[in-house]
Each structure stands twice: as structure tokens, then as C-alpha cells.
């Protein structure tokens, strides 16, 4: 297939991923089948500087009372453990009730895990050594429609023993300092490289990539900021022509949108004058499944053979922002304080098309 050359994408990245593609496995995804996609979870030591301790129970909850009870298989795409900072025995020592809802999942053949440049190390250890084995990248293969999963830490231009490097300086130096994790989703530069190169590679290959890394949620190439902006558009043209008692809920929606759009702008700076895409219309080939390590909650991407989701797992008691606002239908699991809201959602038929006919 032709590509056309860009600056970003160098003939030898483009070769390192078309590589990384190919030897994938290939998980077949048929009627019935759901496939949940997590990244960035950063399992630690259950200490004061172990990240994912904030959002343990909440992803816990999730797997054991939603994803498994449904039968979804399970994809980790990356930097599930921080083995920059800590030792993998005091990981799975800890946290031996998360291993154990893996096991769980990988019993029937429903578990893929794939490195990142914070576990790369894994895939240098014997597979006798690991919980569970570990890959680079997965394809997805849903009838004619491909989509393929890789952590994104593969489109740097760093080689392996620069990141080891990195590793090194973060567990003897940095962490006995107490001074927390550094990683690409700090700088907004970085996490702009490595979503362009992503997609530009998807874009290229005319399929669907899912990455993760930035931490950064992605769903049809937009990120958060870019889809709230969307949607206060959207409800701003249906506002002069609706009912009143339509206006009032539209106004609702407005000022929570509103909100969440001035936290996101001083959250998410962006290099000046850079654009995601080159020229042409935009594409949904990129997805980011986010990561399990912020703040209010753990975010997803969900595909089963027809839809693909974007969904954050909450707890109430720290955040109330999408069981206040309308137009969202957030479901409570079982009892307790843990919701599932779909942020967005998408026909895969209209995605796969779209890519297709407008690559």
C-alpha cells in the first residue's frame, strides 16, 4: 500500500511499527464477544509513593462485579506495573487479590498483556518467572475490521537501553528521595509526538489503533478537551429552537460542559501551533484507553462486534460530576459507591467506513 511520507513519520518508525504489527497475535473478536481495554495502571508496593493504591478498590470492583460476571476479555496494554520504582515480588505480593481476578481471566483464555516502558522489563525475564505472559502488541481482528493495541511507548525514537536508563535513575535515586513517577503524560510535547505518530501510522495503514501511555483518554482520534467542545456546540445549535422545559436541561448540561471544558483547558496545555493531523479529514483511528491512576477514577475503552466505548469507573464519594449532570446515564455497581459511565460511544461500521473511504 503507498503511504505518503510526512515529517513526522520516518520510514524507518513507520518500518519499526509495520513490524510490530505483523508480529502480533491476532485475537479474533466474533458476535458476543466483548474485549475491555486498560493501560497505565502502575501497580506498586501498596506504599505512600504506589500510585495505583488511590484507585485500587474501584478497578477491583470493575473486574469482579462487572467485567468478569459478563465474560469480557481483558487487555492490559502497558505500564500495568511500575517496575521503574519497585521490585515485581513486592508488586505481586501486594496486591495478590488484583493477580488473582487476572487469573481469573486468563483461566479461559481471556487475558493479554502487553508491555510498556515502565514493565519493559518483562519481556527479558523468563516466562516462568511472570504471572502471566507478556507481549509487545495484540491485533484485533473484528470480521474485516482490524484494529491493533500497543502501549505507544514504541513510537519513540529512544532505544531500549536509554529507557533501562531511565529506569535505573527513578528506583535508586529518584524514589528513594520520595520524588514520584515522571512519565511522557507530564509533558505536553511528548504526549503530542506520541499521538501524532500513532495515528499518523493508523491512519497510513487505513485501520484502528488503541494505545495508551499519554494517560491521556482518547475516542476517534479527540481527546476529552476536544469532544466537550463538540458537545457544547452541538447543544448550543439545538438551543434556540427547543421547548423551555428542553432549554432548562440544556442549560444543565451547559454549565457542567462548561466546567469541565475551563478545568480540562488548564489541565491539558498543547504545543502552539501544532495540529494532530495532517492535512485531509480527520480520522477515527486513534483510541486511548487513558489510565487507572487519576484522580476521581479509572477509564476504559470497551469494544464488543458492533460499538466501541469510552467508559470511566467512579467513586461517588470523590466525585459526583456525572450522576449531577444530565444527558449522562452513569450505572451503579451492585450497591455501593463505584459507577460506570459511557463518555462516549460509536458504531464501529461508521468508524471502520469512515477510515476507509476517507484514508
Same mark, same amino acid.
Given at each position: ?26 485475537? $479474533? ?83 493479554? $498483556? ?30 474485516? $475490521? ?5 502501549? @505507544? ?12 536508563? @531511565? ?23 511528548? !504526549? ?23 494517560? !491521556? ?11 466537550? $467542545? ?7 445549535? !439545538? ?18 460542559? @462548561? ?6 483547558? !488548564? ?93
Amino acid at each position: 500500500m503507498a503511504i505518503a511520507r510526512t515529517k513526522s513519520l520516518s520510514s524507518g518508525l513507520l518500518r519499526k511499527l509495520d513490524r510490530l504489527y505483523e508480529q502480533a497475535p491476532v485475537l $479474533k473478536l466474533g458476535a458476543g464477544d466483548k474485549l475491555a481495554v486498560f493501560s497505565d495502571l502502575h501497580l506498586g508496593n501498596g506504599g505512600r509513593n504506589d500510585d495505583f493504591a488511590r484507585n485500587a478498590r474501584l478497578y477491583v470492583d470493575a473486574l469482579e462485579k462487572y467485567y468478569a460476571p459478563q465474560g469480557f476479555i481483558l487487555a492490559l496494554n502497558g505500564d500495568i506495573e511500575e517496575l521503574a520504582r519497585f521490585r515485581l515480588v513486592s508488586i505481586v505480593r501486594h496486591w495478590g487479590e488484583v493477580y488473582r481476578l487476572w487469573r481469573v481471566f486468563a483461566d479461559r483464555g481471556a487475558l493479554f $498483556k502487553l508491555a510498556g516502558n515502565h514493565d519493559l522489563a518483562l519481556l527479558f525475564r523468563r516466562p516462568a518467572d511472570l504471572p502471566f505472559p507478556v507481549g509487545e502488541a495484540l491485533r484485533v481482528e473484528i470480521g474485516a $475490521k482490524r484494529l491493533w493495541l500497543f502501549h @505507544g511507548h514504541q513510537t519513540s525514537r529512544l532505544n531500549w537501553a536509554f529507557q533501562t536508563l @531511565g529506569t535505573v535513575l527513578l528506583r535508586w535515586l529518584l524514589h528513594p528521595l520520595g520524588i514520584g513517577n515522571y512519565t511522557v503524560a507530564h509533558s505536553s510535547r511528548r !504526549r503530542f509526538n506520541v499521538e501524532r505518530r500513532a495515528y499518523l501510522h493508523a491512519r497510513a495503514r487505513r485501520m484502528a489503533a488503541c494505545i495508551g501511555h499519554t494517560h !491521556r483518554p482518547l475516542f476517534e482520534s479527540l481527546p476529552r478537551l476536544d469532544s466537550v $467542545k463538540m458537545e457544547i456546540e452541538n447543544l448550543i445549535r !439545538r438551543y434556540p429552537g427547543a421547548a423551555p422545559q428542553e432549554k432548562a436541561g440544556l442549560e444543565g448540561k451547559l454549565a457542567v460542559l @462548561g466546567a469541565e471544558h475551563a478545568e480540562l483547558q !488548564r489541565n491539558e496545555p498543547r504545543p502552539r501551533g501544532e495540529s494532530l493531523y495532517h492535512d485531509g479529514p480527520l480520522l477515527p483511528c486513534l483510541f486511548n484507553s487513558g489510565c487507572g491512576i487519576g484522580r476521581h477514577g479509572v477509564t476504559a475503552l470497551e469494544f464488543d462486534s458492533r460499538r466501541a466505548r469510552l467508559v470511566y469507573w467512579f467513586d461517588r464519594r470523590r466525585s459526583r460530576k456525572y450522576l449531577e449532570a444530565d444527558g449522562y446515564a452513569p450505572q451503579q455497581l451492585g450497591s455501593g459507591d463505584h459507577y460506570r459511565v459511557v463518555l462516549k460511544e460509536e458504531d464501529l461500521d461508521y468508524i471502520f467506513t469512515r477510515i476507509q473511504l476517507l484514508g
